[in-house]
Structures are given as C-alpha cells and as structure tokens.
C-alpha cells in the first residue's frame, strides 16, 4: 500500500520560505515519480514538481523559486519554496505518479498541508 503523508506547510509572509516534506512507503522511486502538486480553492488541481530518474519537472509558475530534491535512502520528498507570492497559497498533496516523465498530477496523494502565504 502506497502512503504518503506530508509535512512543514504554514503561514508565511510574501517573499518568505517553507520547506515541505513528504515521507513515502509502499512506494518505489525507481519505476516512478514522485513530486507535489497544489490546489487551491476553487481551482484545479496543478502539477508544482515532480522527480523521477529520468526528468524533473516545475510549473512555469514556481521555476526558480521552487527547488524538489529526494532522498532514497530515508524515502523522503521535499519541496523548498522560496520567494513565496500570495497566489502560491493552496493545499500542496505529495503524490506519486508510477511512470516517470508527468507533473505528478498523482496515481497516489497524501491528505495534503496547507500553505499560506499573506500579503
């Protein structure tokens, strides 16, 4: 059983930082992607990052201000989100795709955590 269960949302200011991070089972990296994608009231759901051996994705949105990494070892994701703007500001769901080279619109999402950024 695949679970994926996030961590490190919150409230920041605009231009502030959040680390996100995302603790996988169940699940194996090598066959897929794993990354986050977002959604915010009212709207659809939205491919932020996405990693797999083979690609790395980021929404026009996020490139340069986003950055994905993983770590095999502890089967963890991460998303450092820097220059933070009030229209990032949604549920971000860690999700695993099981083939690589999407946007990790989700085969597999966790509950989600919220990121709040304030004008």
């Known amino acids: 059983e695949v679970q994926l269960v996030e961590s490190g949302g919150g409230l920041v200011h605009s231009g502030g930082s959040l680390r996100l991070s995302c603790a996988a089972s169940g699940f194996t990296f090598d066959d897929g992607a794993l990354g986050w994608f977002r959604q915010a009231p009212g709207k659809g759901r939205e491919g932020v990052a996405c990693i797999s051996p083979i690609h790395t994705y980021y929404a026009d949105s996020v490139k340069g201000r986003f950055t994905i990494s993983i770590d095999n070892a502890k089967n963890m994701v991460y998303l450092q989100m820097n220059s933070l703007k009030p229209e990032d500001t949604a549920v971000y769901h860690c999700?695993?795709?099981?083939?690589?080279?999407?946007?990790?619109?989700?085969?597999?999402w966790g509950q989600g955590t919220q990121v709040t950024v304030s004008s």
């Open positions: 999700a695993a795709d099981l083939a690589p080279g999407g946007s990790c619109l989700g085969d597999y």
